[in-house]
């Protein structure tokens, strides 16, 4: 791929087919976490971690272990496996040294464990067949795209604290009717890269 391919192929990946608003992958932490800008801020950087490093090791896994031994059958079990690993690398080091966030993120830092937008950029960049540095990109730019989509949904979120609003609309129904309009707002970015 040529630099402007790999532009395009970035941009693609946070914007027009974002693994969140375009795919619906992972919208438990989304409604979970984005209540406040700090936990959803915190989440995006566990998220971008992990979603990179599961996105390369598991290319490896793939690609080193499963295919030469011929059990590909058992993709999904071994990438459950090593993303629950990075989870909870991810988990002993911000106990550590980020108590605070640690404690707000509460079960939701866990649960990246079961986190589909992981599991699901794992399983495309296989599907796709890329090649190691696009597996690499891809995964980047997915989580970037993930992080973008809770950050801003959580700038909205904490608006809502600041006005009156009917009981009815309060809590996860508003959420859900503001992520269906950012869905959609995203979806205007569908022209900007055709063909990818």
């Known amino acids: 791929m ?18 969140l608003l375009a795919k619906f992958l992972g919208n438990c932490p989304f409604l979970g976490v ?23 090791i598991t290319w490896l896994v793939q690609y080193y272990i499963l295919v030469p031994l011929n059990i590909e059958y058992l993709q999904t079990i071994a990438f459950i496996l090593v993303i629950a690993a990075l989870v909870q690398l991810v988990e002993i080091v911000m106990a550590k040294s980020l108590p605070a966030l640690y404690r707000a993120l509460g079960i939701f830092l866990p649960l990246i464990t079961t986190n589909c ?21 891809f995964s980047l730019a997915s989580a970037v795209g993930y992080s973008l989509a809770l950050v801003l949904f959580a700038g ?3 608006r809502f604290m600041l006005v009156k609003m009917p009981k009815a609309f309060q809590g996860t129904s508003i959420g859900l ?9 995203f979806s205007g970015f569908a022209g900007l890269v055709g063909g990818h």
Do not use: C, H, P, Q
Not at 2 to 19: E, K, P, Q, R
């Open 2 to 19: 040529s630099f402007g391919d790999y532009m395009l192929f970035i941009v693609s990946a946070i914007l027009v087919n974002n693994i």
């Open 156 to 158: 909205i979120r904490e």
């Open 117 to 137: 937008a992981v599991l699901g950029v794992a399983i495309i960049n296989i599907n796709e067949e890329y090649d190691f540095v696009d597996t690499l990109v």
């Open 177 to 185: 009717v503001v992520a269906g309009f950012l869905a959609l707002a």
């Open 34 to 56: 984005s209540k406040r800008m700090d936990t959803a801020t915190g989440m995006s950087m566990a998220v971008i971690f992990v979603m990179v490093m599961a996105g390369m």
